[in-house]
């Protein structure tokens, strides 16, 4: 038998550090909720509003991240088009691009008098920001490269003996790529969308940015949190604990089995 | 039985190259409608490369490929792999996992167009005529090896398919269900009416399967012909050592032949000269410990014995000499004669036991 060897204390002591810094928040977070008072709370209007916009949102955000970042991730894994490298950093620079910049860079370009945005006000009368659609963009803006990370890695890595097989069974492109490729990729898809959807709830710089903070409209949790801390802490907190919660269970959904053995590869 | 040149015409024609990074593929062959043809090669011949490109996973450099009255490739025509109606049977299955068998045996008729209900009544149809019914409901994970490859070829069959092709089928099979299934192939293949193509690196699974062989080396075709006439006469040293034959290549002389490798080998052959094979099985080599006295056996050489391995029944000797042969002897004369590694022996064979064919790659193998 290997008894496990000693760390060596000035690891130990950091980690210890580390590990304090990040867990001590949210115990405090956890102590000082206002517990009593979350039913009255959480049915607040202005707090019920942020509630449901947020999920709403998210939600929606995700689903356009899956209807245009699918077949994305599926171009830049599987397809031959010069150029693709680039267009991969491209697409996944919101990774680690700050927010607000992006919120920002939406706004020159869907903006009232934005590159695209004074069209689509000239045209068709439609102006996008500060409205709950800016919202939805913002966040979608923000978190869809991470579906696409996730989807294109699986892509990259699935059997392709599969697409093969299929194509001799008579199936079109279309099909193998509906019947076979996507089924065989389903736990990433459903990692990449869990993924996504935290993302966007949390998403806070790109939607005060490009959507503004109207109750009701565009003010999302994150956005609602960040004004309650001023005027109502009590309302702050419990907001704040909501997220906590969507938070974990988010992680346990990633490690738990219906997103299957691979999870993430 | 006989193929006639109508018959042909209505089944596999192939011809072409197909290149695969530095390595590339150059062949013919015409297979009938109801016929086996069996690809045997070793790996990396080539054999894998050709049934892809037949199905057009894999495209021809140039050259054609038809059935019966369609072209699937030519210079002009293009057809992608999807509307070519060849089923596949794979090395490593392919079924796919999220589906089960039933639906997987469906997967042909439901990209076709076929509503689930139908394209399961289908199915249940091919899986009981295939005797597989107790697997409908399995997931490929819960199949052994040799029932995969059952519904694999299942689920080719089921997609209606002009021409069969199968990839190794028993390659990544455990012997006892190499057997099974190489007895569900024999059935169900005779009962395919167009033209398939086997490809193996098995000898005995081509002999038991195939009407026909072709032996490939190196993206090249050796050797053509029936299971039988190969196994008697083989054209490369390869096909030798799979079916067990000693072969050398050498000139005839009048009743000797001067082997390319060293020694003479005394022949009875109707052949008069030139570039010929020697093949001998190594049960027709004698083995003695000292110079054979007062016989009329004629080809009489001396050797050491350089490895010695147990087959089944017998022991096979690889004995060093002009010419190196393969030998068998039974495990009593191993004792009586006190055989080993690094002993010196005598080795002697009648003429009328060789055989002695021409050897048509003679020119082929001098240039490359």
């Known amino acids: 038998m290997t008894r496990p060897r000693r760390t060596p204390w000035p690891l130990g002591t950091l980690a210890f550090v580390g590990a304090l810094f990040l ?243 | 039985m006989t193929v006639s040149r109508t018959d042909r015409e209505a089944g596999l024609r192939f011809t072409g190259r197909v290149r695969r990074g530095d390595f590339e593929l150059d062949l013919s062959l015409e297979v009938a409608r109801g016929e086996v043809l069996g690809v045997l090669g070793p790996n990396g011949s080539g054999k894998s490369t050709l049934l892809q490109a037949i199905a057009g996973l894999q495209p021809l450099v140039s050259g054609s490929v038809r059935v019966g009255d369609h072209t699937w490739q030519d210079d002009e025509v293009l057809v992608p792999p999807e509307r070519r109606r060849a089923g596949v049977v794979f090395q490593d299955y392919r079924l796919f996992p999220h589906l089960d068998v039933r639906d997987n045996v469906a997967f042909a008729a439901r990209s076709r167009g076929v509503r689930r209900a139908a394209s399961r009544v289908l199915a249940q149809e091919w899986l009981e005529r295939l005797g597989l019914a107790h697997l409908v409901a399995r997931r490929p994970s819960q199949l052994s090896g040799g029932q995969a490859q059952r519904v694999t070829l299942a689920r080719a069959l089921a997609s209606g398919p002009e021409v069969l092709l199968l990839d190794e089928p028993m390659a990544a099979l455990d012997a006892g269900a190499r057997i099974d299934v190489r007895s569900f192939l024999r059935e169900h293949l005779a009962a395919f009416a167009g033209p398939v193509v086997l490809v193996t690196h098995d000898p005995l699974e081509a002999m038991v399967l195939a009407d026909r062989l072709l032996v490939v080396e190196d993206g090249h075709l050796v050797q053509q012909g029936t299971p039988a006439e190969v196994a008697r006469r083989p054209a490369s040293s390869y096909v030798a050592r799979l079916v067990g034959l000693n072969l050398w290549p050498g000139s005839l002389e009048g009743s000797a032949v001067a082997l390319d490798g060293g020694g003479v080998m005394a022949v009875a052959t109707d052949v008069t000269s030139g570039p010929v094979l020697v093949s001998l099985r190594p049960s027709a080599i004698t083995v003695h410990t000292e110079r054979p006295e007062h016989t009329s056996t004629r080809n009489v050489w001396a050797g050491t014995i350089a490895s010695m391995e147990v087959l089944a029944d017998r022991v096979r000797l690889q004995v060093d000499a002009a010419p190196s042969a393969l030998v068998d002897v039974t495990p009593a004369a191993v004792a009586e004669l006190g055989l080993d590694t690094d002993v010196e022996v005598w080795l002697s064979a009648k003429a009328t036991e060789t055989e002695v064919y021409l050897d048509v790659r003679h020119n082929h193998r001098s240039t490359s």
Request: proline share 6%; charged share 15%.
């Open chain 1, 23 to 265: 867990v001590l928040p949210l115990f405090g977070l956890l102590l000082r909720a206002p517990w009593s008072d979350l039913p009255e709370i959480l049915v607040r209007p202005e707090v019920r509003d942020a509630l449901v916009l947020s999920l709403v949102c998210a939600s929606a955000a995700t689903v356009i991240s899956l209807v245009l970042g699918v077949p994305l991730a599926w171009v830049l894994a599987r397809s031959a088009v010069p150029g693709l490298r680039l267009v991969r950093s491209l697409v996944t620079l919101p990774l680690v691009l700050p927010p607000v910049v992006g919120g920002v860079a939406l706004l020159l370009v869907l903006g009232r008098r934005g590159l695209v945005g004074q069209y689509l006000d000239l045209w068709f009368g439609i102006t996008i920001p500060f409205t709950t659609a800016a919202v939805v963009l913002a966040e979608t803006f923000v978190a869809m490269p991470f579906l696409v990370i996730a989807v294109e890695g699986a892509f990259r890595s699935a059997d392709q003996g599969y697409d093969e097989a299929a194509a001799t069974l008579g199936a079109s492109r279309l099909t193998v790529f509906r019947r076979v490729t996507l089924p065989l990729i389903r736990p990433a898809l459903v990692a990449g969308s869990v993924l996504c959807w935290a993302r966007a709830l949390g998403e806070f710089g790109a939607t005060i940015t490009f959507a503004g903070n109207l109750q009701g409209v565009t003010r999302t949790m994150p956005l609602a949190v960040y004004g309650a801390m001023e005027t109502d802490p009590d309302a702050a907190l419990a907001m704040s604990l909501v997220l906590l919660l969507v938070s974990v269970v988010v992680l346990f959904a990633l490690r738990g089995r219906w997103v299957g053995q691979g999870g993430v590869s």
